[in-house]
């Protein structure tokens, strides 16, 4: 079993800059997509970047110019670099894992491992 953890979420202005970070413990595997999703209050949870196991990186298109996903694959870290953000980034930010996957998948339910989530409040 894989434990992730979130770090770095918090309350910024408009316009202002988070890097979240997520940690992975336990057994892993060489190929793999891990992901950053986020949710709303009353909202769906939705995919907004993804990274592979190659260093291979997607984003969904509101968040393209402004966030960068990246991982210290010594450190077992992944982390989502937000700069530009805007009030209607405001959600609870999950990192999740698709494990021995060949390439990353967008859909929430490929997902084996999630962690807790961070807050992201922008106002």
């Known amino acids: 079993h894989v434990q992730l953890v979130e770090s770095g979420g918090g309350s910024v202005q408009a316009g202002g800059s988070l890097r979240l970070s997520c940690a992975a413990s336990?057994?892993?595997?060489?190929?793999?997509?891990m992901g950053w999703f986020r949710q709303a209050p009353g909202a769906a949870r939705e995919g907004v970047a993804w990274?592979?196991?190659?260093?291979?990186?997607t984003y969904v298109d509101s968040v393209k110019g402004r966030f960068t996903i990246s991982e210290a694959n010594a450190e077992r870290t992944v982390y989502l670099q937000m700069n530009d953000l805007q009030p209607e980034d405001t959600a609870m930010y999950f990192c999740?894992?698709?494990?021995?996957?060949?390439?990353?998948?967008?859909?929430?339910?490929?997902?084996?491992?999630w962690g807790r989530g961070t807050q992201v409040t922008v106002s």
């Open positions: 990274i592979y196991s190659t260093g291979s990186t």
């Open positions: 999740a894992a698709d494990w021995r996957t060949y390439y990353c998948r967008r859909g929430v339910s490929y997902y084996n491992d």
């Open positions: 336990g057994t892993t595997y060489s190929r793999y997509c």
